[in-house]
């Protein structure tokens, strides 16, 4: 049982960057492609980039395309979201989510319902200020 734990959210000026951490910890993530999602209050959770398992291939939701750059560390186990000219509209609790299946493409993580991912971190709060 794979155990994520998201790091380095908080408060920025619009036009602010921060830089996310996903940490595994139980077993290693190094053959799962991984996803990052994000809900805002009142919003349904949705999709915002993912990487598959070796790193070299990535995908995001058009809102963040140009603007966050997902990384992975497979020797450290952590996955990154680094966030650059953040905008209110960013403003979300921030989850990243290993899915159930080896191997998977990042575009097909894109796709995948919450019943695909097998394992959840607790969320980081992001607030962005205007």
């Known amino acids: 049982q794979v155990q994520l734990v998201e790091s380095g959210g908080g408060l920025v000026q619009a036009g602010g960057s921060l830089r996310l951490s996903c940490a595994a910890s139980g077993r290693t993530v190094r053959s799962y492609a991984m996803g990052w999602f994000r809900q805002a209050s009142g919003k349904e959770r949705e999709f915002v980039a993912a990487?598959?398992?070796?790193?070299?291939?990535?995908y995001y939701a058009d809102s963040v395309k140009g603007r966050f750059t997902v990384s992975r560390d497979n020797d450290k186990n952590t996955v990154y979201l680094q966030m650059n000219s953040l905008s209110p509209e960013d403003t979300a609790v921030y989850y990243c989510a290993a899915p159930r299946r080896l191997f998977t493409t990042a575009q097909a993580v894109g796709a995948m319902g919450p019943s695909d991912f097998g394992a959840w971190g607790q969320g980081t709060q992001v607030t962005v200020s205007s």
């Open positions: 990487i598959n398992s070796g790193g070299g291939g990535t």
